[in-house]
């Protein structure tokens, strides 16, 4: 009788406590990645776009997703807090790289990873010192086995006039060169379904190291397939094999074609029947 | 024109040997494995019925979703209970997240008031391969025509999350409702979605 009353005195002395007004959701995940709210400027100013982000300092042998996880994991999902008039865009993925889970494949991030986002600053903002920009951030992250993960990220920035760059600033440099960029004016990009692949055809005008594709629709390619890449004068061909799961042939092939560091192209082209090459 | 002849069935012969992956609407391989309890099982014993294969590793966070909720144990209930037979599939490897001996899933099943038609230990990962079966959960739905109806994800709601339980579309009832009915599956495949199945290498 006497430990129901010392539990019961415990539980109101808790209640009774000043928590800190955001509670920082500490789990298992947080052992093996450190997750922050950053911005590139060092101040809001009325009317000007922010670019703000979300910074993974993952663990050694962990990682985490892109937007297209591949045959397991999951994406990260952001979802903000933000003061009235303030608006977030889509993350702005950077180029992912391949997480062999034998025998299948992931897609996703290794040691640190910036997920930029472009905030609208309205341009009647409040007369304050400072404004409260807040995200609660969900993620997965797997070594060999996996750890979702909920985190409460907060930044507080000035309201100024001018802003000038803040300590993130060359990270959301390096970021911007991994974003995937449209393809060339000169190049010609095709694709062909042909039996039980898919042919991407890539004509840059001059040769193309071994190029790697990543799909941004699930369900498409099969993730751990090698991508067969031919050399032809001017470009290359790869080959991409059919998912199992393809029961519509899809119209389109959307992907992330990835030919050196920092040299990624973003691919939309539709889809074309021919007879498979070299048939006999 | 012999020489084409040949080339066409050594291609034919690669072929078929690495396009292992089984898809819907063909006929799902036949495997043996052994339950929990000791017992052989082989997929071609349950022709005539509809076999639901459900990919499993306790220690997975999506797993535990459906698990800790009772979504699971639910569905086998529900299920088994109007004459589906319903596999446990454990493809973990020794030592890896999910592997158990016969006792310990013995006594998880027991804990968590599952109720499979068995719980089919593969720890050499032989049924996973065939299956291609890539994450936990993972569900297939072979119909009793032995053909695959469904392979995939158990709702669609991608997440770890039990207060997404409710909300989902669950696939596999989806899919077992139509088919028993005599309809077709309107929804045959879908991204499996959790965490990797953790096979031998």
New interface residues.
Partial sequence: MLHRFVYGFLLVALLGMPWPVIAVWQGPADQHAKLALVSEQDALVAGKTLWLGIQFDLQDGWHTYWSNPG????APRIEWQLPPGFQADEIHWPYPERLP????M?YGYAHEVLLPVSLTVPSNLKDVDSMRLAARV?Y?V?R?????GKKQVELSLPVRKDSGPSAAREQFEATRRRLPKPVPHDWKVSAASAG?EFVLTVKAGHSLEAPQFFPLE??QIENAAPQEAKRISGGVRLHLKKS??L?KPPTRLRGVVVTGVDKAYLVDVAVSQSRPEGS? | MHRKLWCRFAVVLVLSSTMLAVKVGESAPNFQATDSNGQAHQLSKYHGKFVVLEWHNNGCPYTQKHYESGNMQHLQKEWTGKGVVWFTVISSAPGQQGYVTAAQENEYLKNMKASPTAALLDPQGEVGKLYSAKTTPHMFIINPDGALIYDGAIDDKPTTEESDIASAKNYVSQALEEATAGKSVSVPTSRPYGCSVKYVH
Avoid at chain 1, 71 to 74: I, Q, R, V
Wanted: proline share 12%.
């Fill in positions: 045959d397991s994991g999951e889970v034998p025998p299948f992931d969900n997965l797997c060999e086995v996996c750890i979702p039980g699930e369900e199992k799961h029961t006999m």
